[in-house]
């Protein structure tokens, strides 16, 4: 008997120590990849139950006790180990964080995202560091919040990693106060030894073809954050009349989407999703979402779990379309290859909604004069125009410049080495990145706990090696400023208070959370309790 993890998987790889015998692949950080997800061998497993215990996001089931949309995973984690026998790693045990040699030290972290998260919780296993928390919105955990579709609960589940940091004695909120608008670098730097930007990649890439901007054109990250009820998206006016949509691109972004847009109403009033979305999503035309990728399946961008999930979707059918190319080698690219033919022979549902997975074809130009009514396309066949009123770009992000960094404009990034800011190949004093701002738009969840834990490792060792600039204010100076300019900030305690008050709304109603959108309710929320 075995346990076996899911779909669910965040692969921040708490479970990976946890397990007495070590049956747990690919290990982040340690095998070389980034992989979409983590397996159990079930030859090896002694069913202890430790994993599943650790784990942040409940992804982890005994084999007897897996749910029905699930128990595809059985034979998934059975077959990674068939393709690669499980081998022995020579592991050191974790060491616990000494001190850093002065006291205190003082660490701003910028952002409130996984990445901010993850370094956040590694900053306060060191004795000696004190952390302030900055964060443009009243609200914290970015992309946990504003971009983990509705309908993963369990994903959004992993803020509880990071609970018992944020409340730590050693760190304070700055919940709602803006870095570059409210504070700037040169003031972190001032009142602080050391600033760690976790500010993640913002802006959509476009897709630089004719009428791009014609009205009915989005980027999909923008659709995300209004269905998950960012205060910034609330007011998009999306028109979802006809009954087709296409979203360019097929990542995990792209299968978010459109597994929302056509998702069933009765499962979709159980989850979170923000009411003003909840209620343009009732009256929706929409009965087609084109997802549409350059390449063939196997190289298609989404992972193995998310493309499974679109097979439990009640009421919705998956259709394929396009060339799908050969099968390949290598685990993960294979399995998505064999799912996808599975999905291609499936009978089709009379009056259900469909998702179609369309494969070698790309985008020519948008079709359409004062507004977008189809997108031209061009695969094996020649050029063809799907009809449709909205189209989505979901092809990447890429980060923005931060006031006072150097910003590799060709990647996108803050150029750094292992997190250290880097400008003219020499080390800025003082200055760190982590996570999409650091690395780039890749990986998942749990992807950032490896990178945070890097950038974080290297900034105490630079406190421990004497070269960090010493901020010649302190935290009481650093609230003395923000106070004088009257800010609106919301602390650790004002955030509990919203997410209180939202969750008993959405008790009221039998659903997670009904979440308040609009910043001035955030605010009296924030002291309401």
């Given at each position: 008997?075995?346990?076996v993890?899911?779909?669910n998987?965040?692969?921040?790889?708490?479970?990976?120590?946890?397990?007495?015998?070590?049956?747990?692949?690919?290990?982040?950080?340690e095998?070389?990849?980034?992989?979409?997800?983590?397996?159990?061998?079930?030859?090896t497993c002694?069913?202890?139950?430790?994993?599943?215990?650790?784990?942040?996001?409940?992804?982890?089931?005994?084999e007897?006790?897996?749910?029905?949309?699930?128990?595809?995973?059985?034979?998934?984690?059975?077959?990674?180990?068939?393709?690669?026998?499980?081998?022995?790693?020579?592991?050191?045990?974790?060491?616990?964080?000494?001190?850093v040699?002065?006291?205190?030290?003082?660490?701003?972290?910028?952002?409130?995202?996984?990445a901010?998260?993850?370094?956040?919780?590694?900053l306060?296993?060191?004795?000696?560091?004190?952390?302030?928390?900055?964060?443009?919105?009243?609200?914290?955990?970015?992309?946990?919040?504003?971009?983990?579709?509705?309908?993963?609960q369990?994903?959004?589940?992993?803020?509880?990693?990071?609970?018992?940091?944020?409340?730590?004695?050693?760190?304070?909120?700055?919940?709602?106060?803006a870095?570059?608008?409210?504070?700037?670098?040169?003031?972190?730097?001032?009142?602080?030894?050391?600033?760690?930007?976790?500010?993640?990649?913002?802006?959509?890439?476009?897709?630089?073809?004719p009428?791009?901007?014609l009205?009915?054109?989005?980027a999909?990250?923008?659709?995300?954050?209004?269905y998950?009820?960012?205060?910034?998206?609330?007011?998009?006016?999306?028109?979802?009349?006809?009954?087709?949509?296409?979203?360019?691109?097929?990542?995990?972004?792209?299968?978010?989407?459109?597994?929302?847009l056509?998702?069933n109403?009765?499962?979709?009033?159980?989850?979170?999703?923000?009411?003003?979305?909840?209620?343009?999503?009732?009256?929706?035309?929409?009965?087609?979402?084109?997802?549409?990728?350059?390449r063939?399946?196997?190289?298609?961008?989404?992972?193995?779990?998310?493309?499974?999930a679109?097979?439990?979707?009640?009421?919705?059918?998956?259709?394929v379309?396009?060339d799908?190319?050969?099968?390949?080698?290598?685990?993960?690219?294979?399995?998505?290859?064999?799912?996808?033919?599975?999905?291609?022979?499936?009978p089709?549902?009379?009056?259900?909604?469909?998702?179609?997975?369309?494969?070698?074809?790309?985008p020519v130009?948008?079709?359409?004069?004062?507004?977008?009514?189809?997108?031209?396309?061009?695969?094996?066949s020649?050029t063809?125009?799907?009809?449709?009123?909205?189209?989505?770009?979901?092809?990447?992000?890429?980060?923005?410049?931060?006031?006072?960094?150097?910003?590799?404009?060709?990647?996108?990034?803050?150029?750094?080495?292992?997190?250290?800011v880097?400008?003219?190949?020499?080390?800025?004093?003082?200055?760190?990145?982590?996570?999409?701002?650091?690395?780039?738009?890749?990986?998942?969840?749990?992807?950032?706990?490896?990178?945070?834990?890097?950038?974080?490792?290297?900034?105490?060792?630079?406190?421990?090696?004497?070269?960090?600039?010493?901020?010649p204010?302190?935290t009481?100076?650093?609230?003395?400023?923000?106070?004088?300019?009257?800010?609106?900030?919301?602390?650790?305690?004002?955030w509990?208070?919203?997410?209180?008050?939202?969750?008993?709304?959405?008790?009221e109603?039998?659903?997670p959370?009904?979440?308040?959108?609009?910043?001035?309710?955030?605010?009296a929320?924030?002291?309401?309790?």
């Amino acid at each position: 008997m075995a346990f076996v993890i899911t779909q669910n998987c965040c692969t921040d790889a708490s479970c990976v120590p946890a397990c007495p015998v070590d049956c747990i692949r690919p290990v982040p950080g340690e095998d070389g990849v980034e992989a979409p997800m983590l397996y159990i061998d079930p030859e090896t497993c002694v069913d202890c139950g430790a994993c599943a215990e650790v784990c942040p996001v409940d992804a982890i089931y005994h084999e007897d006790e897996l749910p029905n949309d699930q128990t595809r995973f059985r034979d998934v984690n059975a077959a990674y180990f068939a393709a690669r026998p499980l081998a022995i790693r020579s592991t050191t045990p974790p060491r616990s964080q000494d001190p850093v040699q002065r006291e205190p030290l003082r660490v701003a972290v910028v952002g409130t995202g996984p990445a901010a998260c993850y370094a956040v919780s590694d900053l306060v296993r060191t004795r000696g560091v004190e952390v302030n928390v900055f964060e443009q919105l009243p609200t914290p955990y970015g992309l946990i919040r504003f971009g983990v579709a509705p309908d993963h609960q369990r994903t959004k589940d992993v803020i509880h990693e990071f609970e018992s940091a944020f409340a730590h004695r050693d760190v304070r909120c700055f919940f709602n106060v803006a870095v570059g608008r409210d504070i700037s670098h040169a003031e972190l730097s001032t009142h602080h030894d050391a600033v760690i930007y976790a500010v993640g990649a913002p802006r959509s890439l476009e897709l630089g073809i004719p009428g791009e901007q014609l009205a009915g054109s989005h980027a999909a990250a923008d659709v995300v954050g209004w269905y998950n009820g960012h205060p910034g998206r609330a007011g998009d006016d999306l028109d979802l009349s006809g009954p087709r949509a296409v979203i360019v691109g097929n990542g995990n972004v792209a299968l978010d989407v459109a597994r929302v847009l056509v998702m069933n109403h009765d499962d979709l009033v159980t989850t979170d999703v923000a009411d003003h979305a909840l209620a343009r999503l009732w009256r929706s035309g929409i009965e087609e979402v084109v997802v549409m990728g350059r390449r063939g399946a196997a190289d298609a961008a989404f992972s193995v779990g998310e493309l499974l999930a679109l097979g439990n979707l009640r009421d919705v059918d998956v259709v394929v379309e396009g060339d799908i190319g050969d099968r390949p080698d290598g685990f993960e690219r294979a399995l998505k290859y064999d799912v996808i033919v599975e999905y291609a022979v499936r009978p089709r549902r009379a009056g259900n909604r469909r998702i179609v997975l369309r494969f070698g074809s790309r985008p020519v130009r948008f079709a359409g004069q004062d507004r977008v009514e189809g997108l031209v396309i061009e695969d094996r066949s020649g050029t063809t125009t799907i009809a449709t009123p909205l189209v989505l770009r979901s092809i990447g992000y890429r980060g923005t410049p931060i006031d006072g960094l150097p910003f590799d404009d060709a990647t996108g990034i803050v150029p750094n080495e292992g997190g250290r800011v880097m400008r003219d190949r020499a080390p800025v004093p003082g200055v760190y990145v982590t996570g999409w701002i650091k690395r780039g738009p890749r990986g998942v969840i749990g992807t950032n706990k490896t990178c945070a834990r890097e950038t974080v490792a290297n900034l105490v060792s630079d406190a421990r090696a004497g070269i960090l600039p010493t901020a010649p204010s302190n935290t009481a100076s650093l609230a003395a400023l923000i106070s004088s300019r009257r800010l609106n900030v919301i602390d650790w305690p004002g955030w509990r208070c919203i997410d209180a008050f939202e969750r008993q709304r959405g008790t009221e109603v039998s659903r997670p959370r009904v979440k308040v959108i609009d910043i001035d309710a955030l605010l009296a929320a924030a002291t309401a309790g």
